[in-house]
């Protein structure tokens, strides 16, 4: 096992940066990725929910020391990236890598997934978790890190945060967020009553539920769309990217 996964961690190449370890096509067990089976129709015909942090880590996946080393990543779509993510010049590195990673990761393959179900005739639900609790604003300056979410979903913030960090809006987010959870196990659809309404995935458009740096619960046009977008070229245009 440890020749196998060094460990218990993979890394991309000799000499690269060590990896959590993950599925492994075996043949026998998991047979094809989950592009391929999406691609093939072969995903089981079931609703499901899927979605994304806003800040879901700083670097790991997509790395660079520079801006212009982050920028020449994108080949030819260097300037399609620049228009997206420093407009104007005066976004951060740190900024930058946190949101490539992101979106690279987590949201645009989450779109993909949401898009074959819609294909299919399925129902997705997407989201996009954006809330950071108000006691740590200050420390989270780019948005909700990966997993920050779950401890909403479960309506178990203790876990997370302690109890001396919980606010009257952590609290109202967690109930939302909960009531939409438990609505779909039991439904296979988020919505009920009191909470504001989530639509069903629809490609032309667009629309997911954010869950607001503020708190609010909003359904509105994918804001990261033309990220998205430029990611999606990206990587097929050079699937090393």
Not at 15 to 21: D, E, F, H, R
Not at 53 to 81: P, Q, Y
Not at 227 to 235: F, G, M, N, Q
Request: with cysteine; net charge negative.
């Amino acid at each position: 096992m440890e020749e196998i996964v060094d460990g218990g961690q993979e890394s991309n190449d000799q000499g690269s940066v060590a990896i959590y370890s993950g599925p492994i096509l075996d043949g026998k067990m998991v047979v094809e990725t989950a592009e391929v089976c999406y691609e093939n129709g072969r995903q089981k015909r079931v609703p499901i929910i899927i979605g994304s942090n806003s800040a879901e880590v700083s670097a790991g996946f997509i790395n660079a020391n520079t801006k212009e080393e982050l920028k020449n990543l994108f080949g030819n779509l260097r300037d399609e990236m620049n228009a997206v993510y420093d407009p104007n010049g005066k976004v951060e590195l740190a900024e930058m890598l946190t949101m490539v990673n992101t979106d690279k990761v987590w949201a645009e393959p989450a779109r993909f997934t949401a898009k074959t179900w819609a294909r299919a005739g399925d129902s997705a639900y997407v989201y996009l978790f954006s809330y950071v609790p108000e006691s740590i604003h200050e420390r989270l300056l780019f948005g909700a890190p990966h997993g920050s979410e779950i401890a909403y979903v479960f309506n178990n913030l203790n876990a997370r945060w302690g109890i001396d960090t919980i606010s009257d809006k952590d609290k109202e987010v967690s109930q939302i967020m909960n009531s939409y959870w438990v609505n779909f196990a039991k439904t296979g659809n988020p919505n009920s009553e009191g909470v504001p309404y989530w639509p069903i995935y629809d490609i032309s458009k667009n629309e997911i539920m954010e869950f607001q740096r503020d708190g609010k619960s909003i359904s509105k046009p994918d804001p990261k769309k033309d990220r998205l977008d430029v990611i999606e070229k990206a990587v097929e245009a050079n699937e090393k990217f």
